[in-house]
């Protein structure tokens, strides 16, 4: 999968995105584990959206992504607000950076893009490695539900000033997964017309009893899940799903 242009307009589609729930979902596991000074490792930074949000909370972070793209984007975001970034382009599932974390997060189901089951696995035992004890891994997915029910077979589209999008979604090749493709319309000012690219990402979700499943063979003891922001269980129609790790 290239993020190569669609890097360049991914903080314009993701201008909605509830970063500030994100932050609070975080702060309140740090306070009910009892973390101090809280070192965070963001899994699938993107383009430090996140990254810049912690920051503004005061929380040190370190960003992790598959893409060059996105981390250059993110490490310009942050020097903008003078903010001098750690950056690290790994696949979350061979992460190998030799130092240690208090808390690591996998947000905006950045997880769901991993379509094999042992990537998932491998990328829970990695981050409990480079967690200290009594260290959170905090991520959230895609429902079933949402994948099954409100993606397959949709088609959903953008009109923004400078750049446009058709999303239509189809069913993946495995349970629970998705073919997400686009085609966008991008602003290009020298040539005064739109320049139109195609890109196709791929997302799968598991049940909750299987992601509980692999967080105990990594070795979490400690597992909680909840829904959509709040504090309470999932429920049949819940879309997104928090999980906490402890180890």
């Keep these: 999968m290239s993020y190569e242009r669609f890097a360049s307009i991914y903080d314009e589609l993701m201008s909605d995105a509830p970063y500030d729930k994100w ?9 009910k584990a009892g973390l101090q000074s809280p070192k965070i490792l963001d899994l699938g930074c993107g383009t430090g959206s996140m990254l810049l949000q912690f920051a503004k909370h005061g929380l040190y972070a370190v960003g992790v992504d598959l893409s060059d793209e996105m981390l250059m984007m993110a490490k310009q ?7 001098k970034p750690e950056l690290f382009q790994q696949d979350m599932s061979e992460l190998d950076l030799g130092q240690m974390f208090n808390c690591i997060v996998i947000y905006c189901d950045s997880l769901n893009y991993l379509q094999d089951e042992e990537r998932v696995r491998q990328t829970f035992k990695q981050a409990y490695s480079h967690l200290e004890e009594g260290g959170l891994l905090l991520f959230d997915v895609h429902s ?5 029910e409100l993606f397959i077979g949709q ?8 750049n446009a999008y058709i ?4 069913e993946g090749e495995y349970p629970h997964s998705v073919v997400h493709e686009l085609t966008f319309f991008a602003w290009n000012e ?3 017309a739109y320049d139109r690219f195609e890109e196709e ?3 799968r ?4 009893s299987q992601y509980m499943q692999w967080g105990k063979e990594a070795g979490f003891t400690s597992m909680e899940v909840s829904s959509d922001f709040k504090n309470c269980p999932p429920s049949e129609e819940s879309e997104r799903l928090f999980f906490s790790f402890k180890k």
């Design 23 to 31: 932050v609070e979902y975080t702060k309140n596991e740090i306070s």
């Design 77 to 83: 975001k942050l020097e903008k607000h003078s903010i």
């Design 144 to 148: 079933i539900f949402k994948i099954d």
């Design 155 to 162: 088609t959903f589209a953008y009109d923004g000033i400078e």
């Design 167 to 170: 999303w239509n979604s189809f």
């Design 190 to 192: 020298n040539k005064q």
């Design 201 to 203: 990402h791929y997302q």
């Design 205 to 208: 979700t598991f049940s909750i």
